[in-house]
């Protein structure tokens, strides 16, 4: 049996039988079906509330309309003080008391909060008062209010996407939304795995357990066996992931909101259809094992290199400029799926992993032509070998080098050496 394979099965069995990887594996889906489930259902299950305001109308003029958020009540009082009594021996248990002046035009409204634990009804007094307000001047210049919401009632336009087959729903959020979350998972795993093959190789060096390891395995199969054993890892918990999230989704009921998410859920549905989906899963996983590849070797190499994690930090940073460069920018080739940005970002091995996918996002042959996209393919395969090949060098020297902080010129020195 290959000794890389032995590496490789070593670590994976140790990394996945680790309490911290169970946990993770277990928590992270809990905590991302929480957010997608709990604002709904918090929603749902809250029973509503109606406020109660006091009113001082002192230009005796306003009315409100009937609202079921709140609740306003007309008190005979000049100003705040009159009510004083009243609200220190919480006869009528007010929510706020707001006091109109004489002249609601020129004048300004005084909203008095009498607590600080509802941070909404300032956002609903004030709405509706501006309401009382609009249907004051109505009267005053004799308009006819329902004239005037039909005058600037909101025009209906569909969003179609014209194509040789004809109109098609256009499904531009949904593609923003596949970028976006692909990205973003990219951005994670390429750093959270990278960094953990930095880790571990860093760890069996300074605990001198590589010393034993090398006399029996050659340092390019420990460190190949060590990044295929993290991808495997980072493959396992991302299947988990999925597969729990759908089912924690699944299982929980949602009364009273479960027509609407269906009815959203359908026209996602509908508009993915029009989607490459197969293409872009391709893509999102190409650019996924080869983004690992990169950066993995690269930190695997400069654990190698290390005793210590702070002097890691002299090479990770420059190392990772590129790809939050990427993410920076994402946002502009999102709007700009075929600019001149855009392609320079998803042809440039070291930032492709994170542009690409949101290119293909948008449409082959259309953000991004047939050759860009097979340019780019083949440079990041190139990229990925010279990369291998440079840091198994530096894995190979730098894993037995201790004593001395590595420079730069260290390891350019190690890269030449045959």
């Given at each position: 049996m290959s000794k890389w394979w032995l590496v490789l099965k070593r670590e994976y069995l140790f990394r996945v039988k680790k309490k911290s990887f169970l946990l993770m594996t277990l928590i992270m889906p809990v905590?991302?079906?929480?957010?997608?489930?709990?604002?709904?259902?918090?929603?749902?299950?809250?029973?509503?509330?109606?406020?109660?305001?006091?009113?001082?109308?002192?230009?005796?003029?306003?009315?409100?309309?009937?609202?079921?958020?709140?609740?306003?009540?007309?008190?005979?009082?000049?100003?705040?003080?009159?009510?004083?009594?009243?609200?220190?021996a919480s006869q009528k248990p007010y929510d706020a008391v707001?006091?109109?002046?004489?002249?609601?035009?020129?004048?300004?409204?005084?909203?008095?909060?009498?607590?600080?634990?509802?941070?909404?009804?300032?956002?609903?007094v004030k709405q509706a008062y501006q309401q009382a307000l609009e249907g004051l001047r109505f009267k005053?210049?004799?308009?006819?209010?329902?004239?005037?919401?039909?005058?600037?009632?909101?025009?209906?336009?569909?969003?179609?996407?014209?194509t040789e087959k004809g109109a098609t729903q256009s499904s531009a959020g949904v593609r923003i939304g596949l970028a976006t979350v692909g990205a973003l998972l990219l951005y994670f795993f390429m750093f959270l795995y990278g960094g953990l093959a930095m880790r571990s190789v860093m760890e069996e060096k300074v605990n001198r357990v590589v010393e034993l390891i090398v006399s029996s395995v050659r340092p390019i199969e420990l460190m190949f066996g060590k990044l295929l054993a993290i991808l495997l890892v980072a493959l396992t918990q991302f299947v988990v992931w999925i597969v729990l999230i759908v089912l924690i989704i699944k299982s929980v009921g949602i009364s009273g909101q479960e027509s609407n998410?269906?009815?959203?859920?359908?026209?996602?549905?509908?508009?993915?259809?029009?989607?490459?989906?197969?293409?872009?899963?391709?893509?999102?996983?190409?650019?996924?094992?080869?983004?690992?590849?990169?950066?993995?070797?690269?930190?695997?190499?400069?654990?190698?290199?290390?005793?210590?994690?702070?002097?890691?930090?002299?090479?990770?940073?420059?190392?990772?400029?590129p790809i939050i460069f990427?993410?920076?920018?994402?946002?502009?080739?999102?709007?700009?799926?075929?600019?001149?940005?855009?392609?320079?970002?998803?042809?440039?091995?070291?930032?492709?992993?994170?542009?690409?996918?949101?290119?293909?996002?948008?449409?082959?042959?259309?953000?991004?032509?047939?050759?860009?996209y097979i340019l780019s393919l083949v440079l990041m395969l190139l990229t990925v070998w010279a990369s291998l090949w440079a840091t198994a060098k530096i894995f190979r020297m730098g894993i037995l080098f201790y004593g001395k902080r590595p420079t730069y010129k260290d390891l350019w020195k190690w890269i030449k050496h045959s």
């Open positions: 905590l991302f079906a929480s957010f997608i489930i709990l604002p709904v259902y918090i929603m749902d299950k809250t029973s509503h509330k109606t406020y109660k305001v006091a009113v001082i109308d002192n230009s005796g003029k306003i009315s409100f309309n009937e609202s079921e958020d709140v609740d306003f009540e007309f008190v005979k009082a000049k100003s705040i003080e009159d009510l004083k009594p009243e609200l220190e707001l006091v109109v002046p004489e002249d609601p035009d020129q004048g300004q409204a005084v909203l008095y909060l009498l607590s600080d634990k509802d941070v909404k009804i300032t956002d609903i005053e210049f004799d308009i006819n209010p329902e004239v005037l919401l039909q005058i600037k009632s909101p025009a209906k336009i569909a969003v179609l996407k014209w998410i269906m009815v959203q859920v359908t026209l996602i549905l509908e508009m993915v259809r029009h989607i490459n989906l197969g293409l872009w899963i391709f893509t999102f996983i190409f650019f996924f094992l080869t983004g690992y590849l990169l950066y993995g070797s690269w930190f695997a190499a400069i654990g190698s290199a290390v005793d210590v994690e702070t002097d890691a930090q002299q090479f990770v940073f420059p190392l990772t400029l990427a993410i920076i920018f994402m946002q502009a080739v999102i709007f700009n799926p075929d600019g001149q940005l855009a392609f320079w970002l998803s042809i440039i091995p070291f930032t492709s992993p994170i542009i690409m996918p949101v290119r293909v996002s948008f449409g082959l042959g259309e953000a991004v032509m047939w050759w860009e």
